[in-house]
């Protein structure tokens, strides 16, 4: 199994444009989450959904983000507009159920200029 | 200048030393607590995992303590290694927030 795989690893974009993380979960999970790390608020759960549902979006920052699960197999996350202050890496992870093991992805590392 | 960030806490260990990681929980209903180490670039990964109906779970290297009295639990990891040096969370089930997490960092 190739494990949660996330695409780009790296993004740099300038403020204003649209950003989109995308997810590929581990095949057979039911639970998917997306997570934003930085040096000042550490590891933040965005949002998860459980068999493509959102169920828990309270920790999405504002309207600029918003996240999809069109099939169980994919999931992105969105940023319109972006800015600085969305800079972060953004992890997802997916689990066979919520409060299961969860299998993180490498990351995508974004930088808002 | 002064320093912004998350303060994180850190175990300074030796190497070839035990460590031990210890974390609270909140809700003496929980049933499952997972353990994972972050290492620098990298996501959270899997160490080990326990049920509340043990006390005690041991891996390679590794044991989880669960004292369900006062509601903690401890990471011990033994021999350690240039390769533990990271980050290390725990997880309640019925939590998806982590927390700060611990900082081990090993001392050649």
């Known amino acids: 199994d190739a494990g949660v795989i996330q695409s780009p690893r790296h993004e740099v974009t300038e403020m204003g444009q649209e950003v989109t993380l995308r997810c590929k979960p581990i095949s057979g999970h039911n639970s998917l989450f997306w997570y934003r790390q930085t040096m000042m608020r550490g590891l933040e759960l965005l949002i998860y959904f459980n068999n493509n549902v959102p169920i828990d979006d309270s920790g999405m920052p504002e309207d600029r983000f918003s996240a999809k699960m069109p099939n169980a197999s994919f999931s992105t996350l969105k940023i319109q507009p972006s800015e600085p202050r969305d800079s972060a890496v953004y992890f997802c992870?997916?689990?066979?159920?919520?409060?299961?093991?969860?299998?993180f992805g490498a990351g995508t590392r974004l930088s808002v200029l | 200048g002064e320093s912004v960030g998350l303060h994180l806490p850190t175990l300074s260990v030796q190497e070839g030393d035990n460590s031990i990681i210890n974390c609270a929980y909140s809700?003496?209903?929980?049933?499952?607590f997972i353990w994972y180490k972050q290492e620098s670039g990298k996501g959270p990964q899997f160490i080990i995992d326990?049920?509340?109906?043990?006390d005690k779970r041991q891996g390679q290297r590794v044991t989880v303590l669960l004292n369900k009295t006062v509601k903690h639990l401890s990471l011990q990891i033994a021999a350690t290694q240039p390769g533990d040096s990271a980050v290390y969370f725990c997880?309640?089930?019925?939590?998806?927030?982590f927390g700060k997490g611990t900082r081990l960092h090993i001392l050649p």
């Open positions: 809700n003496s209903a929980s049933d499952y």
């Open positions: 997880a309640e089930n019925d939590k998806i927030i």
């Open positions: 992870a997916s689990s066979l159920g919520t409060g299961d093991i969860q299998y």
């Open positions: 326990i049920r509340s109906n043990m």
